[in-house]
Structure formats: structure tokens, C-alpha cells
């Protein structure tokens, strides 16, 4: 379940398939989980180009992902897509990252969902 989570899962199961996951961002959805299965791994096969899949690989040490440079155009739009649209400062001029409060912020919104 914590493999899940950190592979950008939730939990949507179906009647048909009781045990559906589906990703956050790209919306993928992924069903039939057998004992052994990597989350991620199941991930990237699915969805090679989702960006949380892509970031959370590099976390997890996973395949060669962390040994691509992270200014590689393909790292960069990974880590893009990870916003998903849902930054609220794109149109405003002359935004200052504030760490703390956005930290902070940031955390709560994210438990609320
Ligand atoms: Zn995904």
C-alpha cells in the first residue's frame, strides 16, 4: 500500500476490479495487482511518460533513471508535469518563492486532497 502511494496511486476499486489503483496525475488506471509486483515498475510500463512515475523512479533509485542528468530536457518535463497545471502562480508577475509559508501550505493541501 505505501509502494502504492508512493508510485502516485489511490484507491478506486471497481466492482470488476476490486483492487483498481489509479494514478494522480496521468490517470492511469492499473488493476489486477499480483504479491511480487513493483508498483512503480508497473507504472512506467503503463505509463512511460507520466512524470511522477519518472520523479519517483529517480527517488527510488530505480532502473536508470537517477543516472540521467537532471537537466535533461526529458527530466525536466517530467518534473513539469508533476505541477499538472495546478500551480497557481503561472500567471502572476514578479512571483518570489516564499519557502516557508508555501511549505507549509503546500502540506496541509495535499493531506486534504
Ligand atoms: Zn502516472
Not at 20 to 26: D, E, K
Request: proline share 7%.
Amino acid at each position: 500500500m505505501n509502494q502504492l502511494a508512493k508510485a502516485g496511486f489511490f484507491f478506486e476499486p471497481h466492482p470488476k476490479s476490486p483492487d483498481n489503483v489509479v494514478c494522480f496525475l496521468c490517470n492511469k488506471s492499473l488493476d489486477g495487482w499480483e504479491e511480487n509486483d513493483n508498483p512503480l515498475e508497473e507504472h512506467l510500463k503503463h505509463s512511460p511518460t507520466c512524470g511522477w512515475a519518472i520523479v519517483a523512479a529517480i527517488e527510488a533509485g530505480f532502473g536508470n533513471y537517477g543516472k540521467v542528468h537532471p537537466l535533461d530536457p526529458a527530466m525536466v518535463e517530467a518534473r513539469k508535469a508533476t505541477f499538472g497545471g495546478r500551480w497557481p502562480y503561472e500567471s502572476k508577475k514578479g512571483f518570489k518563492c516564499k519557502t516557508k509559508k508555501v511549505g507549509t501550505r503546500f502540506g496541509r493541501s495535499v493531506e486534504q486532497g
